[in-house]
């Protein structure tokens, strides 16, 4: 009897165990997958990485099968532009690196290139390992699956969607973008795996302002955030204003209105945010299209209410430049301690690894 | 001593061996012809690599024996206006080396800006994008500092457009958005610096002939577009205020709806339908206009004309919600409905 309870615990565990365990690459396809450009990048579980395929409007979920724990490690690559062109046989000009993102276990940094300055441009993934080595992430014969966005139709050439963020959030693939057409947010929430034939459901992102205005606006990105053990995520506008967004309200069909905790100044678009702890406290750092690197102190976020009063001058969580990071494209996180970040301009860009301020 | 010589005369038959091949480029792919040794322990790309320079990465790409030759084709196609660096350097050879240049670059005719919408003479200080179209295919990134807009003293506006490449999908049009922060009422850009556009101002977009097309070549000649800002449009899109025309039964005249205010250049093109009904739309002088003449001659009775309310005019206001909804005098105001319809008769 007692042997027959500690073989029905046994075999309980281990079902549960395969339930739990059950990898997010379950369900993929071998084969060649068609990405038509190289956009962002994002990493879910399971070493699965997440491409934005702006103009084939989808995003491609592929398995890299890179799940080894790497060692702890940096990166310092000079003229990362032209190593890369140079592997594709082409100049550094004739090449556009679209994203960085780090595999969170192994360490190794995944980048989206598009080969080609055109219309005609080819969609490149390449790796650059721990070691240094920079390869080719084929995606001839991979594991994949895809996820396509609402398409426009395909008789008309003129309508696209850029994507301009990808996040995997609480088993959801999260993309936001920016049409060359309409003026709207664009945010779409993709449960994954993904369903076949789930186009994601579309939702409206308002924000206010003086909590008078209301604008229905696109978000250029975005980032996952934690308050008080509540999922967020921390959205950029088009607009400049930061909002926090609770994920639990990203629901199909959804209009909500997020809650403005900063405004970022004119004539600037965040690129990309990291969010990290440093000492006990919770900082985002952003990088600005041209307010240089800004870091925000998210001490006591969760109590913020939202801006309701004209500002003029700095409102909301305050923020401070970091003047020596300068022409940062990219930032990604890239450990504890560090970010990744892609800097540089035609001259030439380095991908390297930084301290986090 | 016997030993010695032995190790010599292999020396001196790999040698021999080296003069009598070569490398060629041979349709894309470089190739050491009279090679038949077997492949290396450390791989092919331990003894032949293609490059683009000193310092750089090899090529990516694969090898193969192709008819008694030892072939690399490059992952990707050679590029115009490259040199390429083949080294062959089998162990115990002096390395042999061969420069190759990529294609010719495509000498096309050289591109030019067709126009700009909207292509109104007075814009509302309000604008929100300006569609610019090319006559070929153009180059994606890095162009923005061929673009400007300066007001009538000459001087630029301070980043006025969303840094955010929008393109079609073969690169002919490309969509500037003005920064929706100095547009949308409230925000800190807009209480600090205000609008990019001033009413009774003139301004001029002018883009260099430095913005290079898909060949990498510059435009013929820069572009320069003059329009003037008027007042500010806030008001939604209200298709009452529209005429229709009344084409007659048993003809093909076209349908004309005459807006109120001129609309969204690219947006006209999508967002119109009669179910039911072929023909031909066109958009009229200064967006102001749909016209829609059908294949088959108008049938007597009701028709209907379906609007996607993803119409925007040219301050981003839409049929019912403008570009920023006041909700102290609109608390509810948030379209749900994906279309409107209007209704005419055949007389």
Redesign the interface.
């Known amino acids: 009897m007692k042997r027959s309870r500690l073989l029905m615990l046994t075999l309980f565990v281990s079902v549960s165990a395969l339930v739990v365990a059950a990898p997010a690459t379950t369900g993929m396809t071998m084969g060649k997958v068609d990405v038509k450009s190289a956009g962002p990048l994002a990493f879910g579980p399971d070493g699965v990485l997440f491409i934005g395929d702006s103009?084939g409007a989808k995003v491609v979920a592929i398995d890299t099968g890179d799940t080894k724990a790497g060692a702890p490690a940096s990166v310092n690559v000079q003229g990362i532009d032209?190593?890369i062109?140079?592997?594709?046989?082409?100049?550094a000009?004739?090449i556009?690196i679209r994203d960085v993102a780090t595999n969170p276990v192994s360490k190794n940094v995944y980048i989206s290139v598009?080969?080609g300055?055109?219309?005609?441009?080819?969609a490149v993934i390449l790796k650059l390992d721990t070691a240094g080595k920079?390869?080719?992430v084929g995606l001839d014969n991979v594991k994949y699956s895809v996820a396509e966005l609402p398409n426009p139709?395909a008789q008309?050439?003129?309508?696209?969607n850029?994507i301009?963020e990808v996040r995997y959030v609480d088993g959801k693939v999260l993309v936001a973008g920016?049409?060359?057409?309409?003026?709207?947010s664009n945010m779409k929430v993709i449960p994954f795996p993904f369903a076949a034939a789930d186009r994601g459901a579309l939702i409206?992102m308002?924000h206010?302002?003086?909590?008078?205005?209301?604008?229905?606006?696109p978000i250029?990105t975005f980032v996952p955030y934690t308050i008080d053990n509540k999922q967020f995520i921390l959205a950029a506008y088009?607009?400049?204003?930061l909002v926090k967004i609770p994920v639990s309200d990203l629901k199909s069909g959804a209009?909500i209105q997020g809650t403005t905790i900063a405004?970022?100044?004119?004539?600037?678009?965040p690129l990309d945010m990291v969010a990290y702890k440093k000492n006990g406290h919770e900082y985002i750092l952003m990088a600005n299209?041209?307010h240089g690197v800004t870091k925000l102190d998210m001490a006591n976020v969760g109590t913020y209410q939202a801006i309701t009063q004209?500002?003029?001058d700095v409102?909301g969580v305050p923020f401070s430049t970091i003047s020596e990071l300068k022409d940062v494209k990219h930032l990604q996180a890239y450990d504890e301690k560090q970010a990744l970040i892609l800097s540089g301009n035609?001259g030439g860009m380095d991908l390297r690894t930084i301290a986090l301020p | 001593m016997i030993a010695r010589l032995a190790l010599a005369a292999l020396l001196l038959s790999r040698i021999g061996v080296a003069a009598s091949f070569s490398i060629q480029l041979d349709n894309g792919a470089f190739k050491v012809t009279g090679w038949t040794a077997p492949e290396p322990a450390g791989g092919w790309a331990s003894i032949f690599t293609?490059?683009?320079?000193p310092d750089?990465?090899?090529?990516?790409g694969a090898y193969s024996i192709e008819g008694g030759s030892l072939t690399f084709h490059?992952?990707?196609?050679?590029?115009s206006?490259?040199t390429?660096h083949a080294v062959f350097h089998p162990a115990g050879s002096a390395p042999l080396e061969a420069t190759f240049h990529g294609p010719e670059p495509v000498a096309a005719p050289q591109a030019r800006v067709l126009t700009m919408y909207p292509s109104s003479p007075v814009l509302p200080a309000n604008q929100?994008?300006l569609y610019i179209l090319f006559s070929a295919?153009?180059?994606?990134?890095?162009f923005w500092p061929s673009i400007h807009l300066i007001d009538q003293e000459g001087k630029p506006a301070?980043?006025p457009f969303?840094?955010?490449?929008?393109?079609?999908?073969?690169?002919t049009?490309l969509?500037l958005?003005f920064?929706?922060?100095?547009?949308?009422?409230?925000?800190?850009?807009n209480?600090?610096?205000g609008p990019v556009l001033v009413e009774g101002k003139r301004y001029t977009l002018i883009i260099d002939r430095e913005f290079?097309d898909?060949?990498g070549h510059p435009l013929a000649k820069p572009f320069r577009h003059e329009f003037a800002a008027g007042a500010d449009e806030r008001r939604g899109v209200d298709t009452a205020f529209w005429k229709l025309s009344q084409p007659k039964s048993g003809t093909r005249d076209p349908l004309v709806i005459r807006f109120d205010r001129p609309l969204?250049y690219?947006?006209l093109?999508?967002v119109f339908q009669i179910p039911g009904i072929s023909g031909v739309a066109t958009i009229g002088p200064g967006e102001t206009e749909w016209r829609f003449q059908p294949d088959q001659p108008w049938t007597t009775g009701e028709h209907h004309v379906v609007v996607d309310m993803?119409l925007?005019d040219l301050a981003?206001n839409r049929i019912g919600?403008p570009?920023?909804?006041?909700?102290?005098t609109n608390p509810t105001e948030?379209i749900t409905k994906q279309s409107t319809s209007l209704t005419f008769r055949i007389p």
Not at chain 1, 117 to 122: E, I, K, L, S
């Open positions: 103009l032209s190593k062109a140079a592997a594709l046989g082409t100049a000009d004739q556009s598009n080969r300055r055109g219309a005609d441009a080819m920079l390869s080719e139709p008309n050439n003129q309508k696209t850029t301009t920016l049409s060359n057409e309409e003026f709207s409206e308002y206010g302002s003086h909590a008078r205005y209301e604008t229905n606006s250029r088009t607009c400049t204003p209009k405004e970022m100044g004119a004539g600037n678009q299209s041209s004209p500002v003029s409102a035609s | 293609v490059s683009t320079g750089l990465p090899p090529l990516f490059p992952r990707y196609p050679l590029a206006g490259v390429y929100l994008k295919p153009m180059q994606a990134g890095d301070y980043l969303v840094g955010q490449e929008l393109w079609n999908r073969d690169n049009r969509t958005i920064d929706p922060g100095r547009i949308k009422r409230g925000v800190k850009p209480v600090d610096l290079r898909a060949n969204d690219a947006l093109s999508d993803a925007e981003g919600r570009f920023d909804v006041d909700t102290m948030r």
